[in-house]
């Protein structure tokens, strides 16, 4: 682990960017629950997803996978592993009572995950016995498409229905336990802060970016990047591209690849000088909550 720790404060001293996280790379380690369940994994049921967003995930990482609605195709993102001999299937199914649940084509617009499990010759096989390697990769994977495709990265979900049948889920991963990845963010994140414009501005506390303002104090989730505004955690929505424009291209971050940490930086820097956003629909909501 300290080669890891010197070759990481190597690489952010010399702002060297990974094409792909390298020296970043997260690890994921067979839990006592995983050896308690033994042929599958709960690690990432569960969450509802946007299904389109998931499906493109999946076969970006060579995934097979197609889209389901309310029509005969139940099927399960699926994973061949040839070289070990192994597939890996990630239980996934359309979910009805979302803000919108089928579209005109008949396709499902989120889904609900269930488990993950190992196969052999399609018969499920324990999970300590997959090498450590390829465990960590494959839920590296599902982290993947839960951490992006997950409807609590949406800012736009609260406004849409955020009380309805997943608002409590919404809630829940909008500022609830951090991920591996956005482990792995806060980490990246506390040894760049000091180096940052807003490094004075701004610090790290448990699962949030907490930005000082000249009108508000924001608390950014470093999984999600949505935002509570204090004293009374009133629910700030900014869409990413109305804070895309304050966020500098030749900013350095230590790898590709992480669009929520690019969307925590643009927001934090667009916060940070929060009396001169011109915006309209952001300054209610910010002059509403008591600000200026």
Known sequence: ????????????????????KQ???????????????????NRFAAHILKQHQMAALAKGRGWR??????????????????????????????EEGGVADFAESAIAAIVSTDYVRFLEAQIPVPLETVPAVVFSEVMR?????????????DPTWQDQGEQGAFGPYWRQVSFGDLSATAATRKAVLEGLLPRLAIGKKAHIAGKFLIVQGKLRTYKIHLGSGNILMEPNDQ??????????????SALYLPFE?????????????????????????IMRQIQWCGGA
């Open 257 to 281: 690849g992480d669009g929520v940490f690019s969307i925590i930086l643009s927001k934090a820097l667009m916060l940070a000088d929060d009396d001169n956003i011109k915006d309209p629909t």
């Open 1 to 20: 682990m300290a080669d890891i720790e010197a070759w990481r404060e190597f690489l952010v001293s010399n702002e060297i960017r990974q094409p792909f």
């Open 23 to 41: 020296a970043h790379r997260e690890i994921y380690i067979l839990t006592d629950a995983e050896r308690q369940t033994r042929l599958y994994s």
């Open 141 to 153: 994977d599902v982290d993947l498409f839960v951490g992006v495709a997950s409807v609590g990265n």
């Open 65 to 94: 996978y197609q889209l389901q609605g309310s029509f005969d195709n139940q099927n399960n993102p699926t994973l061949n592993l040839p070289q070990k001999d192994l597939s890996v299937e990630f239980f996934v199914q359309p």
């Open 235 to 248: 629910y700030l929505c900014i869409v990413p591209g109305a804070a895309k424009a304050t966020f500098p």
